[in-house]
């Protein structure tokens, strides 16, 4: 019996460096990876890709390539891009799934969803 409760004690001593180990580990191992930029380019009154799966986090930046100025507009109108002109671009960091729609040009729609 003595023998026993040796072996709890040692074991219950240890416990605390062994469950800081652990976490430790835990988090390192299953760390998020850093957040990628994603490119939606413009081009020819459309958004290219139209629809895209990102992680959350990730940033997608939007780059005018066409002739005319366009904006990136929240479906539900709740955010807004400035117009931006050829060559120019704006960027998000995207939380959750989006649609949104060229407010200039309001045949021009794009959907962003989080994987």
């Known amino acids: 019996m003595a023998m026993f409760r040796f072996f709890i004690k040692s074991k219950m001593s240890a416990l605390p460096v062994l469950l800081l180990a ?4 835990a988090t390192t191992r299953w760390k ?10 413009i081009r020819h009154m459309k958004f290219i890709p139209s629809e ?3 992680a959350k986090g990730d940033k997608v930046v ?5 002739f005319f100025a366009h ?3 929240g479906k539900d109108d709740s955010w807004s891009s400035k117009p931006f ?3 120019e671009s704006w960027s998000m960091v995207i939380t959750e799934d989006l649609s949104y729609y ?3 040009h ?3 729609k794009g959907t962003i969803r989080i994987k």
């Open 22 to 25: 652990l976490a430790l580990g």
């Open 32 to 41: 998020r990876p850093e957040p990628r930029t994603h490119v939606v380019e």
């Open 52 to 54: 895209i799966t990102i």
């Open 62 to 66: 939007w780059v005018n390539k066409d």
């Open 71 to 73: 904006d990136v507009t």
């Open 85 to 87: 002109q050829q060559n």
């Open 102 to 104: 060229c407010n200039l």
């Open 106 to 108: 309001k045949v021009m």
